[in-house]
């Protein structure tokens, strides 16, 4: 017997993603933000996953520019969110004086 879809499933498109972006990334000049992952043309990021290797505290920002009031990520941290809609970009910057190294996806859609 063959399977067919029951079209009257409501799906939502908040959380579906056709796109993972790798992070990896070193901060590459101390005490400036740097771009840590741009949103693919015509996508929008609905959810991302990264882990701050160090040294030292990484400070994230969605859609802008971070600075040191931004979501710290502490040395060996993690950080995990879903349901959003990013338009452009995360970055970050490093706690005074470091270059943290973070790793991670972001997974893009429509």
């Known amino acids: 017997m063959p399977i067919v879809p029951n079209a009257s499933i409501n799906v939502n498109t908040d959380t579906i993603v056709d ?3 790798a992070i990896n990334k070193t901060l590459a000049v101390a005490n400036t933000a740097e771009d840590l992952v741009l949103v693919p043309a015509l996508k929008f990021g609905r959810q991302f996953s990264l ?3 160090g040294p030292g505290s990484a400070f994230i920002a969605v859609d802008g520019t971070a600075t040191l009031t931004s979501t710290e990520v502490k040395v060996k941290d993690s950080w995990y969110d879903t349901s959003l809609k990013i338009t452009t970009k995360l970055s970050f ?3 005074t004086g470091k270059l943290p190294h973070v790793r991670g996806v972001l997974w893009a859609g429509p």
């Open 51 to 53: 882990v701050n290797e």
């Open 93 to 95: 910057i490093g706690e």
């Open 19 to 21: 796109v993972a972006v």
